[in-house]
């Protein structure tokens, strides 16, 4: 079993650093092209819930939200329920720089998946999947005893 879990985080990073290779012409870090992908399918998450989600420091994160306001790529706006809290949201200057790095990943994608036909990237997804949700329950038990 390790071996596979092994596999999984091995492949992982293997896909991320061809995907760096091919976005480093657009002028952002592998950090930054994370955060404007995040904030593209989740728009107005707080920096506490970014880092969370990036799995990094919420300073990490912090820094690297501050470089992505001073490019025009990212603002902070005020939660309106919380006035002590931001909410990170993309400019229109970020959209297509987002475009394009979603035209990238599909690139990407069609290429590191095109020796697997739909039926079997279908039951990876849904493996994939269900070991998300055993990684989620065990993460709330391990909270709960903790």
Known sequence: MKE???EIG???RMMRRY???EVA???VTSAQWRVLLRLAREPGLKQVE???RM???PITACRIVDRLEEAALVERQRDPDDRRAWRLMLTA???PIVKRLGAMAEKMAADVFADLTPDEIETVRSCLSRVRESVSRAEA???VSA
């Open 10 to 12: 091995e492949t992982s």
């Open 25 to 27: 012409g657009l002028g």
């Open 50 to 52: 970014l880092a969370e």
């Open 141 to 143: 038990a391990q909270k």
């Open 19 to 21: 995907y760096d290779r």
């Open 93 to 95: 200057k970020a959209e």
């Open 4 to 6: 596979l879990a092994w």
């Open 55 to 57: 799995d990094v420091e």
